[in-house]
Antibody, heavy 123, light 106 residues
C-alpha cells in the first residue's frame, strides 16, 4: 500500500525558515518524481514544486520560486521542502504527491497524496 | 498560466442522484485534465486522468469526458462517500493549475 506521511509543520514567524518532510513507502521511491501541493485554509489547491526521481530536475511555482527548495534522499525514501523567508500567505496545509507515470517530468496526474502538514506563518 | 474554472461552486444532491460537474480551461489543453476528490480533513484522491481514464480502484459510477477546453465529471448513483469537494487540474503545462473546486453536498 502506497503511503506518504508529511511532517515538520508548525507555527513560525514571518521571515523565518522551516523544512518539511514527506516519508514514502509502498512503492519504489527512486523510480518516481514527486511534488508538493499546498492548500490555504478553506481554499483550493496550488501546485508549488516538482522534483525528478534522481533529484536533478526541479520546477517551482512563481509564488515560491527563489524562496523554497525541493530535494529528496532516495536512501531514506523522503522528499523535503526547505522554505525560507516565509510570509503570512504561505500559511497552508502542505501535501506531497507522487507522480503517476515515473521518474521524469510528464504531463500527467498525481496518483497518491499524503494527509498533509500544516504550516502557519505568523506576521 | 492556464486558468481552470469549475462550475457550479457547489451542488446539492441526494443519495442515488446523478451529478455532472464542469471544468473549463482558458486555452486548449487537449485531454490533459485530471479530476480529484477531497473529503474534509483528507488529502486529495485521484479519480480520473487524461480526461476519461478511471484510476485503479475508483468505482465505475465516476466517469469523465471532454477535450479541448470543456470537461465534465459525472457521478451516477451518488453514494454517501461521494459527498466531497472535487477539483480539476490541467496537466498540459506548468504550473499545473487547479480549478477552485465544486462541493457536492446533501
Amino acid at each position: 500500500e502506497v503511503q506518504l506521511l508529511e511532517s515538520g509543520g508548525g507555527l513560525i514567524q514571518a521571515g523565518e525558515s522551516l523544512r518539511i518532510s514527506c516519508a514514502a513507502s509502498g512503492f519504489t521511491f527512486s523510480d518516481y518524481a514527486m511534488n508538493w501541493v499546498r492548500q490555504a485554509p478553506g481554499k483550493g489547491l496550488e501546485w508549488i514544486s516538482f522534483v525528478s526521481s534522481g533529484g536533478v530536475r526541479t520546477y517551482y511555482a512563481d509564488s515560491v520560486k527563489d524562496r523554497f527548495t525541493i530535494s529528496r534522499d532516495n536512501s531514506k525514501n523522503t522528499v523535503y521542502l526547505q522554505m525560507d523567508r516565509l510570509r503570512a500567505e504561505d500559511t497552508a496545509i502542505y501535501y506531497c504527491a507522487k507522480d503517476r507515470l515515473g521518474p521524469t517530468f510528464s504531463y500527467d496526474a498525481f496518483d497518491y497524496w499524503g494527509q498533509g502538514t500544516l504550516v502557519t506563518v505568523s506576521s | 498560466d492556464i486558468q481552470m474554472t469549475q462550475s457550479p461552486s457547489s451542488v446539492s444532491a441526494s443519495v442515488g442522484d446523478r451529478v455532472t460537474l464542469t471544468c473549463r480551461a482558458s486555452q486548449d489543453i487537449a485531454i490533459w485534465v485530471t479530476w480529484y476528490q477531497q473529503r474534509p480533513g483528507e488529502g486529495p484522491k485521484l479519480l480520473i486522468y487524461r480526461a476519461s481514464v478511471l484510476h485503479s480502484g475508483v468505482p465505475a459510477r465516476f466517469s469523465g469526458s471532454g477535450s479541448g477546453t470543456d470537461f465534465t465529471l459525472t457521478i451516477t448513483n451518488l453514494q454517501p462517500d461521494d459527498f466531497a469537494t472535487y477539483y480539476c487540474q490541467q496537466a498540459n503545462s506548468l504550473p499545473r493549475t487547479f480549478g477552485q473546486g465544486t462541493k457536492v453536498e446533501i
